[in-house]
């Protein structure tokens, strides 16, 4: 089957249109599909979920995993790549995956009898059991041709689109399950579960975008052409764009947030952007589009409802300064099986070497980026503010949460209100958290401060790679 033409190396704007994950589900059913009688050719059918051991799932959940930084994502190189760095790729992802998904499917059956037995929880357990046994027959031998690299990329394809809405099904089982689980116990599931989630879905998208970008290459052609080098953007490697600016994700989500604001309120807001607006860093668009959204829509409809939509919404980008002593990390390789000295996917503090003879990555404080976000609307009730990290469910209706078959929103991939319901300015109670999640995972960080009668600042920390030489 001809490759779809590359889409995950081209600029992220606002939307979620251009992510990876509309690109998947952009794709026509029958490409999706993953075609049996093709991957008999070389690799044995994948069985089905009911057939996966019970011990080897506990065997994978109890493996140690290691944590997941942007140094990973990048230690094969810059697109398009040749044969063996392509198939370093697949190996290293086969190397991950299965662990992490054994490990959710264990958490998941952890929770009360009577949550898993919902129909919505239950399909997601079901999903997660689906993918670790299409994948296990791949984990028992390493792909060591091009033919094998392109069925698994198929397969994973696949799967990277079956997960797709998984957060809003499971906020409608939990929503129908809150009479046998504390808001609590959720907060602390979902909290432990959407980080995994995170981790889980950047590694399989990674390989995936280097493999569209890598494309055509051939066992007799393992080194792409420079023709073909041209065509990928140069900033981008995989789903990292390594020149992000910050100022324009926030000019970009401005207008997006603004014309919902407008829509539903029949206001704009302004907004001004002081500091360092030419400040760029290495990381992923989509994470930051995401965050920045989250935050301008609490700050405008904020503003709005307080009736002081004529105070501008104020930005300010600093990076941190350079310090004495950078250097750059020795280039070298790491299992990946190695154990993590401490931590596991959720402390993702620890650092891994970036392996690749092309990119050297120097450590420097400088590709920490904070932008604070301060607004004027009122600031937030004190009954209010100790709630604000808790995953909200219950503020709305079964009728109203998105998902189930529906779909339209994906919180955790997609800008909150793409889909049908692009109109509500307000979350879903899982905004503030999930953002939190993000800024997190690579060892950033979000602090609200709060002066009730007068406004909000948010700090939102992200944490880079490190300037990029090549």
């Known amino acids: 089957m001809a490759p779809r033409p590359v889409r995950f190396t081209r600029p992220i704007s606002a939307t979620c249109k251009r992510s990876c994950i509309a690109w998947f589900a952009a794709r026509p059913t029958r490409d999706r599909a993953y075609s049996n009688s093709t991957a008999s050719q070389s690799w044995s059918n994948p069985p089905s979920w009911t057939n996966v051991a019970e011990d080897e799932i506990a065997k994978l959940a109890a493996i140690r995993r290691r944590p997941l930084t942007l140094g990973d ?33 264990q958490c998941l059956r952890n929770l009360p009898f009577i949550v898993v037995s919902n129909p919505h929880v239950s399909r997601i ?31 994973l394809a696949d799967l990277v689109q079956t997960h797709t809405n998984t957060i809003p099904v499971l906020a409608r089982g939990f929503l129908e399950c809150r009479k046998y689980i504390s808001p609590a116990e959720v907060t602390r599931f979902l909290d432990s579960h959407l980080r995994a989630r995170i981790g889980t879905r950047l590694i399989a998208e990674q390989h995936l975008a280097l493999h569209f970008a890598s494309q055509p290459i051939s066992d007799e052609d393992p080194n792409p052409s420079p023709d073909q080098r041209e065509a990928v953007p140069p900033n981008y490697i995989g789903v990292i764009d390594t020149a992000l600016c910050p100022a324009r994700i926030i000019r970009s989500c401005e207008h997006f947030v603004g014309e919902i604001c407008e829509l539903k309120y029949g206001v704009r807001p302004r907004l001004v952007i002081g500091g360092e607006p030419d400040a760029s860093f290495a990381y992923v668009p989509v994470h930051v589009e995401y965050i920045i959204t989250e935050l301008l829509k609490n700050a405008f409809r904020a503003v709005v409802e307080s009736g ?25 390789d790491r ?40 607004d004027r609307g009122g600031g937030i009730p004190p009954d209010v503010l100790p709630h604000i990290w808790s995953y ?10 998105p998902g189930g078959d529906n779909g339209n929103i994906d919180a955790l991939n997609t800008i909150s209100g793409s889909g049908g ?10 905004g503030l958290p999930l953002s939190r999640a993000y800024a997190e995972y690579f060892g950033g960080s979000i602090a609200v401060q709060s002066l009730w009668g007068w406004g909000t600042d948010v700090y939102l920390t992200l944490q880079g790679v490190g300037k990029i030489d090549e």
């Open 308 to 332: 002081n939509e004529r105070e501008p919404i104020e930005v300010t980008i600093a990076a941190a300064p350079d310090v004495p002593g950078n250097h750059v990390q020795e280039v070298s």
């Open 335 to 374: 299992p990946a099986d190695a154990k993590s000295p401490k931590g596991t996917e959720d402390n993702n503090n620890g650092e891994v070497p970036v392996a690749n003879e092309n990119i050297r990555l120097t450590s420097s404080s400088s590709q920490s980026i904070t932008i604070r976000i301060r």
């Open 73 to 105: 994502l990048l230690k094969h190189g810059r697109p398009p790549l040749s044969k063996d760095a392509l198939l370093d790729s697949a190996n290293f992802t086969l190397s991950l995956l299965p662990a992490r998904l054994a490990y959710r499917i």
């Open 421 to 430: 319901n692009s109109s509500t300015i307000a979350g879903l109670g899982y």
């Open 125 to 155: 357990y079901n999903n997660y059991l689906h993918s670790l046994s299409t994948l296990l027959p791949y984990q028992q031998r390493r792909i060591t041709t091009l033919e094998e690299e392109k069925q698994f990329a198929e397969v």
């Open 392 to 401: 909200s469910f219950t503020t709305y209706s079964e009728n109203d949460l």
